[in-house]
């Protein structure tokens, strides 16, 4: 595996937070998505939270190298005892099209990239 997708689910306004840690650490980018929480009375009980049913969900796709750091600064800068109240997980990736990370060492005739029809290219797994 080369990626992983960390997966933080925060209250509504608080995905630049989550973006702004994930970013010190090496991401690149995110996907937010709007989305309403169902947690019950039982829960916000066992984990001493109030839960706002308005959240946001934000996807960023990590090399698995950097995945713990980002995880950390998401939780530090987001996490359960902030406003943000958010949680965060990571799921493995076991293919990526359309994103290339090419080392320092490799030249840029070197390069391979994604077939036009959508086939995964050598690069493409290993990046």
Known sequence: MT??????IVNTGFTD???DAARDKGARGGTVL????TANK?????????VQPDK??????VPSDIKNDVL????????LKT????????????NVIGI????????????????ADGEISEASTEN
Request: glycine share 8%; hydrophobic share 45%; proline share 5%.
């Open 3 to 8: 990626h992983e997708l960390i997966i933080c």
């Open 17 to 19: 937070v989550v973006m």
């Open 34 to 37: 709007h989305g309403r929480g």
């Open 42 to 50: 039982e829960a916000e009980e066992f984990f001493h939270i109030s």
């Open 56 to 61: 946001e969900m934000v996807m960023i796709l």
């Open 72 to 79: 950390h600064a998401i939780y530090q800068a987001a996490g």
């Open 83 to 94: 406003a943000g109240q958010g949680i965060a997980f990571a799921l493995p990736v076991t």
């Open 100 to 115: 290339s990370s090419p080392t320092a060492a490799q030249k840029p005739e070197e390069k391979k990239e994604t077939a």
